[in-house]
């Protein structure tokens, strides 16, 4: 039975537009737990109550709706102190939790492997850290459900000292995971394939299109290892990378992250930087847009954000604007008619996986060099390392070795210029 909820977003500073998105927000979030959603309050204000966050006023309002609708938890859509929630829970008589937790609790639920289960839970003490005396003194954290995952029962009641101590080994604990991932990316860059990141907002719809890219060119009895879908926010965390063909034969490495949303946690994104930063040794970006979401533009926004935070901006992108076929409007696509490379595509739609197949070679390969190579047959290692990674057009053995007409990276030309055979 779904827990039922009551949610609260403080209006500081926003459009009508804006408040109504965050509140639609806040339910979906409630929701990827399972919680039902009895009750949406809002409130404008000009600045925040320190004690309450709203004021004492609607404190007394959201108390008698939750008695009226049964609630059993509040959300609030505001990060709040550890004093602003014990002294909300003295008053409503029921749990109450921020955006903030929120989060942090879907990302315990959805956290597979280690490395992602120590980012979530090292995230969830950093939150809890300058709020346990309030914590402490607050209702029991012996509860299941929504606001209750993650760190556990017990840790809640750990002291200052041993929080900062189990922080310090889950950040050695990561250092080593880092290591380890860093000779396994080191791999996949020696292998010369290029490897592809899909970036964007949670939901939007990029592990269906990696799905889809990685099972382009295989038979149907062929056994593809396809990523978890759902629709849902954060329907997967886990950093997955799986290998796919080109139109053009070539092989690339697909590399699915995880989803963003707006005002994610700061000590979130600290915790999985490392993973996030995977984008960093891309050749190619596909941010993944949902075109047919209210707030797409603001979502476009937050994505460009973290690629910036990353580092990544002088990567090459192409915006893959998905979900077509659930637009309304198709004259919202010339908005983005100043956007050089882009698509627009439904990704359950076979065609317009081809589409954006050529839009990625187009990109992919725009800088790589034509040439003519003769390599001798005592340097065949080199047309072995040319045909693992590359799809030339043409291959030849004749007397004095192998003839390959083929399109190098800049990098790979460099090293073989030397066997061109236009070479003067």
Same mark, same amino acid.
């Given at each position: 039975?779904n ?5 609260v977003?403080v209006?500081?500073?926003m459009?009508e537009?804006?408040?109504e998105d965050?509140?639609?927000e806040?339910?979906?979030l409630v ?7 009895v009750?949406s309050?809002?409130?404008n204000?000009?600045?925040?109550d320190k004690?309450?966050?709203?004021g ?5 309002e959201?108390?008698d ?18 004093s ?5 829970e ?11 937790n929120?989060i942090?609790?879907i990302f315990s ?13 090292l ?12 914590l ?25 000292r ?8 889950i ?14 990316r080191?791999?996949?860059i020696?292998?010369?394939?290029p ?8 939901n ?7 799905n889809?890219l990685?099972?382009?060119?295989k038979?149907e009895?062929s056994?593809?290892?396809e ?10 965390l886990?950093?997955?990378v799986?290998?796919?063909s080109?139109?053009?034969g070539?092989?690339?490495?697909y590399?699915?992250?995880?989803g963003f949303?707006? $005002? =994610?946690p700061h000590? &979130?994104v *600290?915790?999985? %930087?490392?993973?996030?930063?995977e984008?960093k040794?891309?050749? /190619?970006i596909?941010?993944?847009v949902d ?5 797409v ?16 901006e002088?990567?090459?992108?192409i ?13 919202i ?16 739609n076979d065609? $317009? =996986?081809?589409?954006l &197949?050529? *839009?990625?070679e %187009? ?9 003519e /190579? ?11 390392n040319?045909?693992?990674n590359?799809?030339?057009?043409f291959?030849e053995?004749i007397?004095t070795g ?13 090293i ?9």
């Amino acid at each position: 039975m779904n827990q039922r909820v009551i949610t609260v977003t403080v209006n500081i500073d926003m459009d009508e537009k804006t408040l109504e998105d965050k509140v639609i927000e806040l339910e979906k979030l409630v929701e990827a737990l399972d919680g039902e959603v009895v009750l949406s309050l809002t409130q404008n204000k000009s600045y925040v109550d320190k004690a309450f966050y709203v004021g004492k006023g609607k404190v007394n309002e959201i108390k008698d709706y939750c008695e009226k609708l049964e609630a059993e938890f509040v959300v609030f859509n505001n990060e709040l102190t550890g004093s602003q929630v014990k002294n909300l829970e003295e008053i409503i008589g029921i749990r109450v939790i921020d955006r903030t937790n929120l989060i942090l609790d879907i990302f315990s639920e959805r956290a597979r492997t280690k490395e992602a289960k120590l980012q979530v839970k090292l995230a969830k003490l950093k939150y809890t850290l300058p709020r346990l005396s309030a914590l402490r003194s607050g209702f029991s954290r012996q509860q299941g459900g929504i606001g209750g995952k993650g760190i556990g029962e017990q840790q809640i009641e750990l002291d200052r000292r041993i929080i900062n101590r189990e922080i310090s080994s889950i950040t050695s604990q990561l250092k080593e995971i880092e290591k380890n991932r860093s000779e396994i990316r080191k791999k996949r860059i020696n292998s010369k394939q290029p490897i592809i990141s899909l970036i964007g907002y949670t939901n939007a719809g990029k592990s269906t299109l990696i799905n889809k890219l990685i099972s382009y060119g295989k038979d149907e009895n062929s056994e593809i290892k396809e990523v978890f879908v759902k629709d849902m926010l954060f329907a997967t965390l886990d950093t997955f990378v799986r290998e796919g063909s080109l139109l053009n034969g070539s092989r690339v490495m697909y590399i699915d992250t995880v989803g963003f949303v707006s $005002d =994610i946690p700061h000590n &979130l994104v *600290e915790s999985f %930087k490392g993973t996030l930063e995977e984008i960093k040794y891309s050749d /190619l970006i596909l941010h993944v847009v949902d075109i047919s979401n209210v707030n797409v533009d603001e979502q476009i926004k937050i994505t460009n954000d973290m690629i910036k935070k990353l580092e990544c901006e002088d990567k090459n992108v192409i915006y893959v604007f998905n979900k077509i076929d659930k637009l309304a409007d198709e004259n919202i696509k010339f908005q983005y008619a100043n956007i050089e490379n882009k698509v627009f595509i439904s990704a359950k739609n076979d065609e $317009d =996986i081809i589409l954006l &197949l050529k *839009e990625i070679e %187009k990109v992919l390969f725009s800088s790589l060099v034509k040439t003519e /190579l003769l390599i001798p047959y005592d340097k065949q290692k080199i047309v072995s390392n040319i045909l693992n990674n590359y799809m030339p057009e043409f291959v030849e053995h004749i007397e004095t070795g192998s003839f390959l007409k083929v399109s190098l990276k800049k990098e790979d030309y460099e090293i073989y210029k030397g066997y061109e055979v236009n070479e003067k």
